[in-house]
């Protein structure tokens, strides 16, 4: 169970249309003390009923990361408690055990995020491979790219999910990447996005002739924007769910979760429930609180190295890239 979840948003980053990693790992450190007092005051204990400190290790921000993990060592010496490192991908695959009901062993997982696309094969807690994932871009710096050249702000992939609702998905047709097995690609589908636009709707290439006009594709955003984000979404949705129904079928398995901070895509969301009905699979999706990077998935996560006795010694180093 988790007692508390508390999140400290960052919007410092939203007039600079993402995320600055310097200004990132300033706020970590205003934040991270108000955070955990907050955190405690919610669950209703004390910094000494903790059984272990976990932290998120790797990958992401290097900047953040070391302030959480000097954080976390720092709790660690000072309580006289273990401490775990936890893998943040892992985390989010984690968050489908937080409640009920939970997948069963093994399970497949579609982890999309905005700096990962991946299948996981999820044996035990502990016990987890890649066996797809992105060979250049992930799926959501495609919906946050296309809403920037759409000129919506940041972050834009849910405002692509906003007005996908009232759109047409059939309206505009973007190619589908051929990318054999499991592994996804997103970059050929942000050019053809992005040609698209340039030519306000005339083609997917580049082709100086059908270039347009600022005015001309400013006009045709404006008058086509439901049906533009609609169409977008998805084809990366679809690019998503084809090669996970390729995976189920590989592996045999029926127990199919989604997790990241792109699993909280209503579009997604829905054509992932779907699919499970045709397939009879049993899908799992996290709650909209665990969708998103969160504590919560670090302290599941956290749990179950504890009950494994996987503990980190003080000479653990955070890293910006790290395998499985």
């Known amino acids: 169970m988790i007692l508390s979840n508390f999140i400290a948003n960052q919007t410092v980053h939203e007039k600079y249309g993402g995320v600055v990693p310097e200004l990132a790992s300033r706020a970590h450190m205003q934040n991270i003390v108000p955070v955990v007092d907050v955190a405690l005051k919610e669950a209703g204990v004390e ?15 290097i900047g953040s990361l070391l302030v959480g993990g000097q954080f976390a060592k720092s709790l660690s010496m000072a309580l006289n408690k273990p401490l775990i490192a936890v893998h943040h991908m892992q985390a989010h695959v984690l968050a489908n055990l937080i409640d009920e009901p939970r997948p069963s062993f093994p399970f497949l997982c579609l982890t999309v995020s905005g700096g990962h696309t991946q299948i996981v094969l999820c044996e035990a807690p502990n016990k987890m491979k890649v066996i797809g994932e992105t060979i250049d871009d992930a799926a959501g710096e495609a919906f946050d790219k296309s809403a920037k050249l759409l000129g919506l702000p940041y972050p834009g992939g849910p405002l692509i999910d906003k007005y996908a609702k009232e759109g047409n998905a059939t309206r505009f047709r973007f190619p589908e990447p051929q990318i054999p097995g499991l592994d996804f690609s997103f970059s050929g589908l942000k050019t053809s996005i992005l040609y698209f636009l340039q030519n306000a709707g005339t083609s997917l290439v580049y082709k100086e002739e059908f ?5 001309e594709r400013k006009t ?8 533009i984000c609609a169409s977008v979404q998805h084809r990366i949705v679809t690019i998503l769910l084809n090669k996970l129904k390729k995976a189920a079928s590989e592996t045999g398995i029926k127990d199919i979760c989604l997790a990241g901070g792109v699993s909280a895509n209503s579009g997604l969301r829905s054509a992932f429930e779907e699919a499970g009905k045709k397939h009879k699979w049993n899908t799992y999706v996290p709650a909209f609180q665990y969708c998103t990077d969160n504590a919560g998935m670090i302290a599941i996560t956290g749990y179950y190295k504890f009950l494994d006795g996987d503990f980190s010694d003080l000479s653990v180093q955070s890293t910006a890239r790290a395998e499985w």
Request: charged share 25%; hydrophobic share 45%; glycine share 4%.
């Open 220 to 227: 045709f955003i404006e008058n086509n924007l439901a049906d």
């Open 47 to 61: 910094l000494q009923d903790v059984d272990a400190i976990a932290f998120t290790q790797a990958p992401g921000l």
């Open 211 to 215: 270039r347009a006009t600022d005015e």
